[in-house]
């Protein structure tokens, strides 16, 4: 049984550019959270998506858009990339909402030169 | 505003020893309470999930506790190991979803033979 895939697990970008990160989740799960993660820092929620729709997001801008297919797979979109996006991404997947286990992936690590 | 506390920042241990991580949470309404073990440019694991309810609860050598009153909670480390060597998150989970999680900037604990 495959837990949380992601990819790419690294990437390097320039300033100004877009990046696609991409996420399937656990199998069996059906909400996908994203999370950002500065060095030496904790994750931090961006959004989570359930039945293909945005439940839920963090206060990020709305350079950071996602999506949900309908097998529950995911992409994070960031536009107008900065130098503050270097960052680790990780996707979560669980099974519906609270109190249930949370999967994270290893991380797609993006750099913005 | 919901925080997550941790302490110490940074621990080092023999190998054989135990140690004990703290968290203080500030989060509302209270859902439950998660510990994850990070280990470098992986993603978390889950190690313990707490509803306020629990005091406390395993997973192996590992023995997270609650105050649900004083906002508390700690993992206990029992018979470190080399392979303990990570950082540990402490997750404080609010509101009707789990994916209001409140993540602690970890505990980067360092075991040395």
């Known amino acids: 049984d495959a837990g949380v895939t992601q990819s790419p697990t690294h990437l390097i970008k320039t300033r100004g550019q877009q990046v696609t990160l991409r996420c399937s989740p656990k199998?069996?799960?059906?909400?996908v959270s994203w999370y950002q993660q500065a060095l030496g820092q904790g994750p931090q929620f961006i959004f989570q998506?359930?039945?293909?729709?945005?439940?839920q997001r963090g206060n990020f801008p709305d350079r950071f858009s996602g999506h949900q297919f309908p097998n529950y797979s995911s992409e994070l979109n960031v536009n107008a990339l900065l130098l503050g996006d270097s960052a680790l991404y990780l996707c979560a997947s669980s099974l519906g909402g609270r109190g249930n286990t949370i999967y994270f992936g290893e991380g797609s690590w993006l750099t913005v030169v | 505003k919901n925080q997550v506390e941790q302490s110490p920042q940074s621990l080092i241990i023999l190998e054989g020893k135990n140690c004990t991580l703290q968290?203080?949470?500030?989060?509302?309404?209270?859902?439950?309470l998660r510990w994850y073990k990070q280990d470098t440019g992986r993603g978390p694991v889950s190690l313990t999930i707490?509803?306020?309810?629990?005091n406390t609860k395993s997973n192996g050598r590992y023995t997270a506790t609650l105050d649900a009153d004083t906002k508390q909670s700690s993992l206990h480390i029992t018979a470190s190991q080399l392979s303990d060597s990570a950082s540990y998150i402490c997750v404080a989970s609010s509101g009707a979803g789990s994916y209001q999680l409140t993540f602690g900037k970890g505990t980067k604990l360092s075991v040395i033979p």
């Open positions: 968290c203080n949470y500030t989060v509302s309404p209270f859902s439950n």
């Open positions: 707490m509803t306020f309810s629990e």
């Open positions: 998506y359930y039945e293909e729709e945005e439940r």
């Open positions: 199998s069996g799960h059906d909400t």
